[in-house]
């Protein structure tokens, strides 16, 4: 997997790359990759995460989706110049039944089929307290603030809400939660995304001393550079 990765230039950071060969050189793993649901259908810049969906099953791996049905009521800063339009939960639930029929076409190998799960089920069941004490205790505003997601917004001078402010805390929480209730140990994404993976890898290390790692790929751009 990760040699025909690299060999299609797939492969942008690794939070531990050797360690993560030898894995995958051992044993089947399961990998996901998150998908925000603004839209009902999915866009060309999720073309090469969905090609690395395939080459996953392909190469024995099973592939996890993860809608944000959760996260995506927050807004995910990586990227933007302001804070997203508030989407209603329900747009949401069929933006998601939009993008399912997207991953039918593509991911249809029976064998390590792909498993869909949405994080509303976890994220919209968390007592707030106990989230900030099990959870955000793990993490330093210091830090988080060096993260681009955080630094762009904040040194060109426009507005992050503190809803934003609180993505990357809740992304850490699904690879927690998939590492706890599917076994998953690797998290994939598009660089934008490095520091977000890098807090999940981080967090289940702290919660519960498993190995997990992160990938990133490059991002699909204009001519211009932007995303």
């Known amino acids: 997997f990760l040699k025909e990765m690299s060999d ?5 950071q690794c939070t531990d790359i050797d360690n993560l060969d ?11 990759i998150g998908f925000d649901c603004t839209a009902d259908s999915l866009h ?23 809608f944000g049905g959760g996260t995506t009521l927050i807004g995910d800063p990586s990227g933007k110049d302001s804070t997203r339009k508030i989407i209603l939960k329900k747009t949401i639930k069929n933006n998601i039944l939009g993008i399912k029929d997207n991953f039918k ?6 064998k390590n089929k792909a498993i869909f799960v949405n994080n509303e089920n976890w994220l919209g069941k968390l007592n707030y307290i106990n989230f900030l004490r ?22 060109r001078e426009q507005s992050l809400s503190y809803m934003e402010f609180n993505y990357m805390i809740l992304q850490a929480y699904d690879f927690l939660e998939l590492n706890k209730k599917e076994n998953c140990v690797l998290q994939i994404g598009g660089s934008d995304q490095w520091g ?3 807090n999940g890898v981080e967090l289940i290390k702290r919660y519960s001393n498993n ?12 001519a211009t550079g932007a995303k």
């Open 211 to 222: 190995q997990a790692f992160g990938l990133t790929t490059p991002l699909i751009t204009l």
């Open 8 to 12: 299609r230039g797939y492969i942008n």
């Open 44 to 66: 060309v810049g999720s073309l090469m995460q969905i090609m690395i969906l395939r080459l996953l099953q392909k190469h024995g791996h099973q592939p996890i989706v993860l």
């Open 196 to 198: 977000n993976i890098v």
């Open 134 to 155: 099990e959870v955000g205790s793990h993490f330093t505003i210091n830090k988080m603030l060096t993260f681009d997601s955080v630094k762009l917004r904040l040194d």
């Open 22 to 32: 030898k894995l995958l050189s051992k044993k089947r793993v399961k990998a996901y």
């Open 105 to 110: 076409k593509l991911l249809i190998r029976k």
